[in-house]
C-alpha cells in the first residue's frame, strides 16, 4: 500500500518530488506560517509519514492520535520541539538533518561575532541615518577578534566548524564538551578546559549544544558572573539554553559587552523584548543554516530519508534507534 506523508511546510520542489516518487503526500502550503495544531492533528492521525519543521511542536498529546505513524523526518539538526521517548514508546523513527548545514551554521555563527565585536549592523545604522559627518579617531571603535581567545561549549560538528574558522583569526581556542577530544585538540590546536575555565577565559563565548533539560538556562546569572565583563556571548543553537533576563541584566550593567542572538526563547522575539532595545546586542531571525543551497539540502534530505524509512531503511541520522 502507498504510504502518506504529511509535509508541514511548503518545500523546494525537488524535495516534494523525493517523496511524490513513492509516497502520496500532503502538504501545509505556506512558507511562512505554521500548521496549526487543529490540522496536524488530523493529518497525523492518518499519515504514516511526517516530515517537520522545528515550529512544530511534536509532543505525546498530539502523538496519541497518530495511529499509523511510522516516522518523522526533521529539516533541522536540532529535535528539541519533539518528545522522542514519545515517538520512541510508540515506535515511531525520528530523524534530523546533521551534516548538511555545519558549515552553513558555522558561517553564520562566526558573521554574528564579527558583527557585534565590530559593531557592524550599529554602523551600519549610524551612517544611514546620515550621522557620520567625519572620519573621527575613536568613532564606532570595537573589539578585536584576531588574536583573542574563543570558547566554544559543544565540540560537535558545527562547534569544530567555528574552530577553524577561529583559527583562520589567529584565536587561542579553548573549548568544553561532555566529553574531551583529544584528536580534534590535536588536529586543530585547541585546548580543553572546565566549563568554568572557558567561562572565565574567554573573549567571545560561543554556545555550540543542543538544548535539552540538562542545558536549560546552562548560561544564567551565575555563569555570567564568571565571565569577562568584556566577553561578548553568541548563540546559534537555542534561545532557552540562556537566561535571558540575567543576559540582559548584564548587558545593561557592563558585566558583559555584547551578545550575538540567532535563537530566542521565543520565537519569532517579539519586537518588544527588552534585549531588542540594546545597541550591544545583534539579533538574528533564527538563519544560520539559511543559505539557499544548504536549506534545499536539507529538505531534500528530510525528504529522502522518510522515504528510507518508511521502505524498512535505516538511515544513519535516526536518533532513536
Ligand atoms: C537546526 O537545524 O536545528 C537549526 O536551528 C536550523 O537549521
Redesign the pocket.
Known sequence: MTNTVYVTRKLPEEAVAELRASCKVRMWDKEEDVVPREVLEKEIATADGLLSM?TDPIDEDLLKSAQNLKAISQM???HNNIDIEAASARQIAVL??PGV?TET?ADLTFALLMAVARRIPEAERFLKKGDWTTWSPMLLTGADVYGATLGIIGLGRIGEAVAKRAKGFSMDVVYHSRSRKPEKEARLGLRYGSMDDVLAQSDYLVLMIPYSKETHHLIDADAIKKMKPSCFLINTA?GDIVDEKALYDALVSGDLAGAGLD?FAQEPVPTSHPLLTLDNVVALP?I??ASVTTRRK?ATMAAKQLVQTLHGERPPTLINA
Do not use: C
Request: hydrophobic share 45%.
Open positions: 522545528l533541522a539538526v536540532g534530523t538533518t548545514l551554521t537555542r535563537v533564527h544560520g543554516s536539507m
